[in-house]
């Protein structure tokens, strides 16, 4: 794994760790390891793509900010963000 890529695993850890005391701070995290990727043209990997909100960049976490729902006729997750309320769509396959 690049340097980079494991500076933005490390990112999503520590808003993992914070976001319960400090949302804003882990928000800051996300923000940090977006550019990140940005400036080393990595696309973030699928399984931390769905853990922040595109629109407002909030840290999410199931059961506290967003509502996840199964749609198992087209085979999608819902993903809803409670600060903005935006909704994203992921295939089950995204990982
Ligand atoms: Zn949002």
């Not at 340097?3 to 949302?23: G, T």
């Not at 967003?66 to 963000?81: K, N, Q």
């Not at 309320?85 to 992921?90: F, I, K, L, S, V």
Request: aromatic share 6%; proline share 3%.
């Amino acid at each position: 794994m690049s340097v980079a890529r494991e500076r933005i695993e490390r990112l999503f850890e520590l808003a993992d760790e914070v976001h319960d005391e400090n949302p804003e701070r882990a928000k800051r995290y996300i923000e940090r390891a977006r550019e990140i990727a940005t400036s080393n043209r990595i696309r973030l990997p699928a399984h931390l793509k769905r853990r922040f909100c595109d629109s407002c960049g909030a840290y999410l976490v199931p059961g506290k900010n967003a509502r996840v729902r199964l749609r198992s006729e087209d085979g999608h997750v819902v993903v809803r963000c409670e600060e903005c309320g935006a909704t994203e769509r992921y295939g089950y396959g995204d990982r």
